[in-house]
């Protein structure tokens, strides 16, 4: 799906003489693979908790410029495409591991940092408060894609 809305964007950017970012992308196989189901109340609604949530990170990270080629950034949006899934569907469920977030929060302090902000939004426009768990995960996938970005930048 991700490949065909490669596809999609590059169609529109050249028929419409657009420059639409490539995040686009991922947000037309969101909809593709929704389609399938034929929700497509669940597939606008995942694409807006979808990318507000990127945006957040965007922008807590100085506008960075996700590389959507990579399988960081990959394995990101389909957890935040599940999350949003499960959360429509109120089908979170999960284990506390409190001991293991506690290890995570401390050595990746920024990517927790964007994690609250995240907390923040879903608390404020959705009245969800994310699991220890929700936050954990996202902690990873945030630290994972800004050390790989960073890494980028080295080469």
Same mark, same amino acid.
């Given at each position: 799906e991700y490949e065909i809305g490669l596809e999609?964007?590059?169609?529109?950017?050249? &028929? !419409?003489?657009?420059n639409l970012v490539v995040d686009e992308a991922g947000f037309f196989a969101l909809h593709f693979v929704n389609a399938e189901?034929?929700?497509k109340t669940d597939s606008y609604q995942i694409s807006i908790i979808v990318h507000k949530i990127l945006d957040i990170v965007q922008k807590y990270y100085d506008n960075l410029k996700f590389q959507e080629e990579n399988l960081y950034y990959q394995? !990101?949006?389909?957890?935040?495409?599940? !999350?949003?899934?499960r959360f429509l569907h109120k089908?979170?469920?999960?284990?506390?591991?409190?001991?293991? !977030?506690q290890i995570i929060?401390?050595?990746?302090?920024?990517?927790y940092g964007c994690v609250k902000m995240i907390y923040l939004m879903m608390e404020d426009e959705y009245h969800y408060q994310? &699991?220890?768990?929700?936050?954990?995960?996202?902690?990873i996938h945030i630290q994972k894609i800004t050390e790989d970005q960073k890494r980028l930048e080295t080469l």
């Open positions: 999609l964007l590059k169609r529109v950017n050249q &028929t !419409f003489q657009v189901d034929g929700s394995r !990101f949006l389909t957890h935040l495409k599940y !999350f949003a899934q089908e979170l469920h999960y284990d506390e591991n409190g001991e293991l !977030f929060k401390e050595q990746y302090k920024d990517a994310l &699991t220890e768990d929700e936050m954990l995960y996202l902690t």
